[in-house]
């Protein structure tokens, strides 16, 4: 069973950037897609970013494209997520997961395909 430990979390005023980190450990996450979700106080978790288990193709929600960006460094272990001009209502918890399944071949979006979640880290944006 992987472990995954989110980072890089934090306050930022509007504009600013951060850089979220994801660190697996257990087993190697080379194989698998991986996501970046968040949620907000009352509301549904969402996917954010996602790609396949080579990172050959990425998925972005409407809300976030041109502005997030995913990526993973198979030697650390680590998938990434830079987030640039970011907007108060970028406000949540983001999490990382790992796919259920291996190689899968294009990024998946839907939270039930993932089994495994980290603990979140937080993310204010203030104007």
């Known amino acids: 069973q992987v472990q995954l430990v989110e980072s890089g979390g934090g306050l930022v005023q509007a504009g600013g950037s951060l850089r979220l980190s994801c660190a697996a450990s257990?087993?190697?996450?080379?194989?698998?897609?991986m996501g970046w979700f968040r949620q907000a106080p009352g509301d549904e978790r969402e996917c954010v970013a996602a790609?396949?288990?080579?990172?050959?193709?990425?998925h972005y929600s409407d809300f976030v494209k041109g502005r997030f960006s995913i990526s993973r460094d198979s030697a650390k272990n680590t998938v990434y997520m830079q987030m640039n001009s970011l907007r108060p209502e970028d406000t949540a918890v983001y999490y990382c997961?790992?796919?259920?399944?291996?190689?899968?071949?294009?990024?998946?979006?839907?939270?039930?395909?993932?089994?495994?979640w980290g603990q979140g880290t937080r993310v204010a944006v203030y104007s």
């Open positions: 997961a790992a796919d259920s399944l291996p190689r899968a071949t294009v990024p998946k979006h839907a939270t039930q395909k993932y089994k495994c």
């Open positions: 257990g087993r190697t996450i080379s194989s698998y897609g």
């Open positions: 790609m396949n288990w080579s990172g050959a193709m990425t």
